[in-house]
Structures are given as C-alpha cells and as structure tokens.
C-alpha cells in the first residue's frame, strides 16, 4: 500500500463527495436499528485514518482497528484515543465484546481466504442480538486504477456477500447496492482507463471542483431507498448481519 493515498484520504475524508454521501447511506442503514445518543460498544475493523470513528460515535463508544501504523497516527490527530493495530482477519478483543461491529470497504483488500476468516472474527466479537455492518465494493469487472493503488484483491457480488455473512454464522437482515445513481458515470470512468493511462490515478485524487456538492447531494439522496429497499445495481455493497 502507498502511504501517500493514505495522506491523500485524510485530506479529503471531511469535504470529497463520496465520503459524505457514503457516510448518509452507512448512517441510514445503521439508524434502522439504532438511533443517534446510544451507548452502544461499536468498534470499526479496518478505521484507516479514522474519519467514519467520528459519526459512529453518535451511536455509542468507538474502539478503531487498523493493520496500518501510519494511518492510525492519522486517526490519533483526528483526536481519537481508542486505537488498536492489528488484522481484522485476527481481532485482538474478546469474544461478545462489541454490540456493532463496522467494516467499511476493507474486505475487498483481503486475500486468500483471509475475507471469511475476517467476517468469522468480527461476529465472534458480536454479541448475542449484535450486528455487523459491512460495506464492500461491487463488481469485479470494475477494477480499474484505484484499486490497483489501494491493493484491491476483489470486488463483490451480491450474492457472494450474502454468502460470507451467512458462513460467519450472521442472519442478513439487509443486503444491497449503493451508489446507483452515479454508476453510469463512474462505469464509463473506469471502463475509459485503459484509453488514458497516464491519467489513470486513485478515485480519491480527483477533484469534483464546483460539482461537489451536488455529487455528494445526489449520492446522499440514496439513504433513505438503500436503508429500506435493495437497490438492483451500484458501486457498492451494503450488508448488515444479526448474530441470533
């Protein structure tokens, strides 16, 4: 992984269209089950610089969890103090310790098996009556440059999803695509790569200029139908699991 893209995401994480609509949906779906001002034990598996830890933390107590030393300095100048280093394919807590788990859009970067063994440990984490909020990128034809940069290994199908919640032992409650409005433009974006090489570069890299807010505006419009409703296609997948 270059550290720079994790330099870069910090830098954007507060104002880049995508993060504030993705964080409206992921709020969305959480807020069908738990409302803002709990006391929820939540931890994040995979916090990258810890920027989803400040929302989360509407909900109840945050602990983040990241494989990155350099990207949990970042979170620790973000101001948070509940920071462990580890994998999420080996959580270094104890079993029924948390009431939400949240992985977001770390699974795609594991390889090998390791995305099963990495769901199996955040629902021993759960406890009874607990959830897991997963969200993953969609379609594998969709590789392009950004994830070459970010060491994307896969991108998911839905009904692959569905199937490592289930092997974890998970009920999944809710299951859908995101990102579904803007997924011409981005599927044309990342189809075109190969015709401009030297413009290839991370997502995150790009300015939406004076288009930014109505990007995120227009994204941030999907919380309500993908809190409620499957989507039939999008740039993401948002999945939540019950442990019984």
């Known amino acids: 992984m270059n550290l720079e893209e994790y330099e870069i995401m910090f ?133 392009g440059a950004h994830d070459r940069l970010w060491d994307v290994a896969h991108r998911y199908a839905f009904d692959e999803l569905r199937a490592k919640v289930e092997g974890a032992g998970l009920t999944v409650e809710h299951l859908t695509y995101a990102n579904m409005w803007l997924f011409p433009l981005a599927a044309l974006k990342r189809l075109s790569e190969p015709l401009f090489p030297r413009q290839a570069q991370s997502d995150l890299a790009l300015s939406a200029g004076p288009f930014n807010g109505l990007l995120g505006a227009i994204l941030a419009g999907e919380a309500p139908l993908a809190a409620r409703w499957r989507l039939p296609f999008g740039l993401s997948l948002i999945v939540v699991g019950r442990k019984s």
């Not at 100048?77 to 939400?100: I, K, M, N, T």
């Not at 390889?111 to 009874?128: F, H, K, N, T």
């Open 11 to 143: 830098n954007v994480e507060d104002t880049l269209w995508w993060y504030r609509g993705m964080q409206a949906i992921t709020r969305a779906v959480i807020e069908r089950h738990y409302p803002r001002g709990g006391r929820l034990r939540i931890l994040d598996a995979g916090c990258g610089t810890g920027a989803a830890m400040r929302y989360l933390a509407d909900y109840g107590a945050v602990t983040g969890l990241d494989l990155v030393p350099f990207a949990l300095r970042l979170g620790r100048r973000r101001g948070h103090a509940r920071l462990a280093c580890g994998s999420v394919a080996a959580l270094p807590f104890p079993s029924e310790s948390f009431d939400l788990v949240t992985s977001l859009d770390v699974l795609p970067m594991l390889r090998g098996g390791q995305d099963l063994a990495a769901v199996r440990e955040m629902a021993r984490l759960i406890a009874p009556g607990g959830r897991l909020v997963l969200r993953a990128a969609a379609y594998d034809w969709l590789r």
